[in-house]
């Protein structure tokens, strides 16, 4: 039986454990050919792209989880608006930011996006570009009844804002915010998050889990630093709330908008803090496409201080045949955690 992954192995065990995810991956979980385009688009019920390795399995090993698990998963929803214009500028004719969807735009934006959270099956779900409380009723009632009876709105409070959310299928704890932290910026002065980090703490089946979701600033008119400083920002304060529960499973996800080798990324994962869950399915870790270039900008992370544990081999990239997913130009990541 596979014991929980808790990252106390030594450097080179671990990059081996890793590396073997690829031999383990189950071929049935890709049925579109593993991250080859070719899923069938999700409006029409087709199949996911799972982006699970294209290897055979290996059917010596043994994956049985060690106990109780539960799924989690990150996506950017792309832009779901409602239906008030609070910047007075959106006119899409001339590239307002902002967009302003008739009623059956926004409610069929709304079922899309139900539809893709249903497909994720996952007991967490971690959002990004939500705008408003409107939008999240409207998600809650196109999902199944009772399905999310957590649904936490990470609101910044700007006109045209596109904001997280998570929503979850266990009871509510606590709900920090940090939006408003200053954070030190490479070579001199100060900023805060782009939006806002938010930090949800929860029962899941009785056992204490703690989730932040995140979207660092975007690559779109760049400002590098201010991401690498949401970034050390973001490890400090996951660092602070593992350390101060110790028995509850950490992860932190969200659009991170940077790649695994950057240096926003390595500020999270290097000093041993966090561990990014789908680096056992590289190179089927992508999550967004542009100009053919297709890189992994969603994440799933670990802390590695506290209880829980990652399910090697679980983290699967749903997409459809477009690199997306229903109606989001971002696919989603999904992985499996043992509770602690």
Partial sequence: MQTPIRYTLPLLALLALLAGCAAQADPARDRTGGGSDTG?????????????????????????????????????????????????????????????????????????????????????MLLQEV??????????????????????????????????????????????????????????????????????ELLIQGRPVTVFTAHFRSKNNDDPARRLAEARGAAAIVAASAAASPDSLVVLGGDLNDTPDSEPMLALTSPGILVRVAADIVPNDWTYAFNSQRDAIDHLLIANTASGGYVACSATVLRDATGGLNTSDHASLRASFYLP
């Avoid at 688009?41 to 043994?62: F, K, N, R, V, Y």
């Avoid at 009723?137 to 999902?143: G, K, P, S, T, V």
């Fill in 131 to 200: 705008e408003s409380q409107d939008c999240i009723d409207a998600l809650i009632a196109a999902l199944p009844a009772g399905r999310w009876p957590v649904a936490v709105l990470g609101e910044m409070g700007q006109d045209a804002s596109v904001d997280v959310a998570v929503l979850a299928n266990g009871e509510l704890v606590d709900v920090i915010r940090h939006r408003s932290v200053s954070l030190p910026l490479p070579g001199g002065g100060s900023t805060t998050f782009t939006r806002e980090f938010l930090e949800v």
């Fill in 40 to 124: 069938t688009p999700q409006t029409d019920g087709g199949d996911l792209d799972t982006g699970a390795a294209d290897t055979a399995a290996d059917t010596s090993a043994d994956t049985t989880p060690a106990g109780p698990t539960i799924e989690i998963a990150t996506w950017n929803a792309a832009r779901f608006f409602d239906r008030v214009c609070d910047s007075g500028r959106c006119d899409a004719g001339q590239n307002d930011y902002e967009e302003l969807p008739s009623a059956a735009q926004f409610q069929y934006k709304a079922s899309q996006l139900a539809t893709g959270i249903t497909r994720q099956d996952a007991d967490i």
